[in-house]
């Protein structure tokens, strides 16, 4: 029995913040504006793999190679801008801010049968390949827009699922003719099978 696995995990964070002040100048009078982002984000992957090798007898060997990948982010991003008469009065000023979290799990993992007889390089392989994926997100849109006049908010938010499964089986047999010939055959098949699921909700308030 021989056993490899390995074990793996990332993660990068980043935060950015900027702000600035800029004046502008028309025929007859000027104006300011105050912008400012926060831009934060985070990542997270786990990583295993692990490979299982059996002589189940000298002349047969099953062989397994499981692997899961975990992933999740999340990132929040917000941007003000404010803008000011020549009296540096705010007469407009915008929030925007745009916020997104997904996660996801995924495998791709084998098992293979090998059988070998009396005969030199005679051999039957049997070989079965799982796919695997689900995956979710959700992401929200949120303004706020104030003036002299009024206020308003819109607010939106969107949210998306989708998973897969794909199975493969092969069947391979191997007759050698000659030193010089070799018969193979194979069979093989495809099984899969998916799914999404979106939604989107708008809410707009004055």
Known sequence: VKLGLNYSYYESELQANSSSQSQYFLADSSYYTKDST???????????????????????????????????????????????????????????????????????????LRRKFGKPDRELEAKYILNYNDNSSTGGLKTNTSNQFLDTVIDQRKTNGNNSATHYTTLTYSEPLSKSWMLTTEYFIELGTSGQNRNTYNQDLL
Do not use: C, W
């Not at 992957?45 to 899961?68: A, F, G, Q, W």
């Not at 929040?76 to 915008?94: G, P, Q, W």
């Open 38 to 112: 926060n831009n934060q984000s985070l990542s997270s992957s786990h990583r295993l793999n692990m490979t299982l090798t059996v002589d189940i007898d000298s002349l047969t060997k099953l062989e397994l190679k499981p692997n899961l990948h975990i992933d999740a982010g999340d990132q929040n991003n917000t941007a003000i801008n404010d803008f000011r008469d020549n009296s540096f009065n705010s007469y407009l000023l915008t929030n925007v801010n745009n916020n997104y979290s997904s996660k996801g799990t995924s495998s791709r993992s084998e098992a293979t």
